[in-house]
């Protein structure tokens, strides 16, 4: 079976097929469009007939649906599922969807587990998708509720699973809001990442841990649903 691509074809001619049951941990600084480049990264594994589960802890689940009918992108046959920390959290009370289950808080690590294995159970196990990712954005405002053991055991559970299920797991870090230990232990658990960084007004990225040697860093921007690199110099 194939393996799995970012659909950046600046990154995806470097790296080559990702191989099944990868983790990557994608940190970067706040206002660096990293929302915006995970939603195109979710995107292109749905041309690629992948399913994904996102864990949504900034916001709700229909506020991520409504970037992808901004854009004019038509998700309606994607098998997708939103695990949304965000809506019981404000007190409102909307009802879960086929495609929405709401977890009470990004402090209820088991909630979010569960409601994450139902589906997996739904994409996996009912409807035999055969490649299936799992993204959380974002382990940082986990771990603003929770302590690092306890992330990292929960995190451990679900990267474990994606390896098993050879699936692609991409988790969000926001860079400068933890400390160097808080930062190295979680990269135990992933075996890449995508850095992000700032450069004067622009912001560049490069892949790290998925080749012998880091990607290039590639300047980026994005309007809309169109993603332009070009290499940093």
């Known amino acids: 079976m194939a393996g799995y691509s970012l659909g950046i074809k600046e990154l995806d001619e470097i790296l080559g097929e990702i191989r099944e049951g990868t983790n990557i941990m994608m940190i970067g600084p706040p206002m660096s469009s990293k929302d915006e480049l995970l939603n195109l990264i979710v ?21 991520f649906f409504e970037w992808f009918d901004r854009n004019e992108i038509n998700i309606s046959e994607a098998n997708i599922g939103i ?4 809506t019981k959290t404000l007190g409102m009370g909307a009802s ?16 979010i587990g ?12 009912k409807k035999k998708v055969p490649q299936n990712r799992l993204c959380i954005n974002s382990l940082s405002t986990i771990l603003m509720y929770s302590n690092l053991q306890t992330v990292f055991k929960f995190l451990h559970v679900f990267t474990g699973r994606m ?9 969000v ?16 658990l ?15 990225l490069r892949v790290v841990g998925l080749t012998p040697k880091p990607t290039p860093w590639f300047e980026y921007e994005i309007e809309g649903s169109h993603l332009k690199l070009k290499e940093c110099k």
């Open 43 to 63: 995107y292109s594994g749905f041309i690629n007939g992948n399913s994904s589960i996102i864990v949504s802890t900034r916001e709700t689940g229909e506020r």
């Open 83 to 86: 695990v949304d920390c965000v």
């Open 96 to 111: 879960e969807t086929e495609r929405i289950k709401r977890a009470s808080s990004p402090v209820d690590l088991t909630g």
């Open 114 to 125: 569960v409601k994450i294995s139902q589906f997996f159970e739904d994409f996996v196990l």
């Open 163 to 171: 390896k098993a299920a050879n699936g692609l797991g991409i988790y």
């Open 173 to 188: 870090v926001e860079d400068g809001m933890h400390d160097l230990q808080a930062i190295t232990t979680l990269q135990q």
């Open 190 to 204: 992933f075996d890449g990442m995508i850095e992000i960084h700032a450069s004067g007004e622009h912001h560049c």
